[in-house]
């Protein structure tokens, strides 16, 4: 059916927002929570302290996105409304079991990978049950719904502090739970427009059969050369991504002491990454097929760049400013994965693609803040830390320069073989008109023409 372009989709549409929002809003204000578990959990003699508390926030935002091929097949057989209200109760429980461990090794478990699966369970159909609903607006609409992930940015380090500071940690977490708990009621909005494959075989045989595992799993996408790069190249880049959201309260604690406000940080990078969001997105539109990629090349520059930066900066202000074009960078390259992903392997493998991606993107993703604790925990400052974290951007920048090129090729090997078959058959076509004997002739043309 066609989406209705709004009606009932408003509503799904602020669903989607404070899925978007609750999710990565908590998983992006992980820094917070960090300097609390060093505090809360911490001992003089242990020294490997930072690199086994990383581990929590680390996992978390790992599983978010290792999920994510698992959670698009189960979409596509139960629909979204199951999924992301069963998603949505799994977190829930996740974080509140969270709030009643006396170690650091249970959060593992509980925050790690309990609260992380549910959230990636709720977040994905969130962007699915967009298109049941949008269209023409579906580009207005998916900027809207990112958007909330960044004001949830801006707003959570702030309430976790004055949270923390009031009611301790383990209160905090269960404050926290009132967030999912609304998502778990924002997924009984998802009311499907488009049957799901158990709808569907359910009501021609009265009995669901799963379909064929090619259906199910596909990996066809992996033929696109230009998608094996990308695919490869991205995960490349993000061993160092996370670095920053996770480390960079206890580096300015380390460097500045308690004299500042070190959420203001976080404060700026979700101001600019939502301006980011919004401003390269309309940028991509007028940027033609595969050549979007170079946005993303130049977004790895600035943000290896930016980390690169964070241990020269010794006056606050300087960090400000580095928080500011990484957060703007941070928008671009986020805002664009859904397009990109289209122009590299069309349409109808779109869900999937982003899926496979996503869930390589968690292996880097997952690593790299607790190799940055490690560094920490024996070197006794962040330096080298942050100055490692900003190389993987720039080669996985340098690896996804080449994509344009390669998809443009591929592009006209594809245009040559449809061309060299209506050339034959025109042939044929006039070797009839003009009574020539076609029985043999034809066969060695068709053999030269492929």
């Not at 060093?38 to 999920?67: H, I, N, P, Y």
Request: positive net charge; hydrophobic residues 50%.
């Amino acid at each position: 059916p066609e989406p209705p372009e709004g009606g009932w989709g408003w509503v799904v549409m602020l669903a989607a927002m404070w899925c978007n929002g609750a999710v990565f809003g908590i998983q992006n204000s992980c820094g917070v929570l960090f300097v609390s578990m060093l505090r809360l959990f911490g001992s003089s003699e242990d020294k490997q302290l930072v690199f086994k508390t990383a581990w929590v926030s680390s996992l978390s935002m790992g599983m978010v996105f290792f999920c994510s091929p698992i959670v698009s097949i189960f979409t596509d057989l139960f629909g979204c409304r199951k999924v992301a209200v069963i998603g949505a109760a799994v977190g829930l429980v996740g974080l509140l079991s969270s709030s009643f461990v006396s170690t650091i090794e249970p959060l593992y478990f509980t925050y790690g990978i309990l609260f992380a699966c549910g959230c990636s369970f709720a977040y994905q159909p969130s962007l699915v049950i967009l298109g049941h609903y949008f269209k023409k607006r579906l580009g207005l609409v998916n900027g809207i719904v990112t958007a909330g992930s960044s004001l949830f940015t801006v707003s959570l380090p702030f309430l976790l502090r004055v949270l923390i500071d009031s009611v301790d940690l383990y209160n905090t977490l269960r404050v926290l739970c009132i967030l999912m708990f609304v998502l778990f009621l924002a997924g009984f909005t998802y009311k499907p427009l488009i049957p799901s494959a158990k709808d569907k075989e359910g009501g021609n045989k009265g009995k669901f059969k799963l379909p064929p595992a090619k259906k199910i799993c596909n990996f066809s996408v992996f033929k696109v050369l230009s998608y094996r790069i990308w695919a490869f190249g991205i995960p490349a880049a993000l061993f160092g991504y996370f670095v920053p959201y996770v480390h960079l309260m206890n580096h300015v604690k380390d460097r500045f002491g308690d004299s500042v406000p070190e959420e203001v940080l976080l404060l700026c990078l979700g101001i600019t990454s939502g301006v980011g969001r919004l401003v390269f997105g309309r940028v991509a539109d007028y940027i033609p097929g595969a050549k979007k990629i170079y946005l993303q090349v130049a977004s790895f520059f600035f943000i290896g760049l930016m980390s690169m930066m964070i241990p020269l900066c010794n006056v606050f202000g300087a960090l400000v400013a580095v928080c500011l074009f990484m957060g703007l960078f941070d928008g671009c390259f986020i805002c664009i994965m859904a397009p990109i992903a289209f122009e590299l392997v069309g349409a109808q493998d779109v869900s999937q693609a982003i899926g496979f991606l996503l869930g390589l993107m968690s292996v880097p993703m997952t690593v790299g803040p607790p190799i940055a604790g490690l560094l920490r925990d024996k070197l006794g400052t962040y330096d080298v830390a942050f100055y490692l974290a900003g190389v993987p951007p720039l080669i996985g920048g340098a690896i996804l320069c080449c994509i344009p090129w390669v998809h443009e090729r591929q592009k006209l090997k594809e245009r040559a073989k449809p061309v060299d078959g209506e050339t034959t058959e025109k042939m044929l076509e006039n070797e009839s008109t003009l009574g020539l004997d076609t029985t043999e002739k034809p066969a060695k043309e068709l053999d030269s023409g492929f």
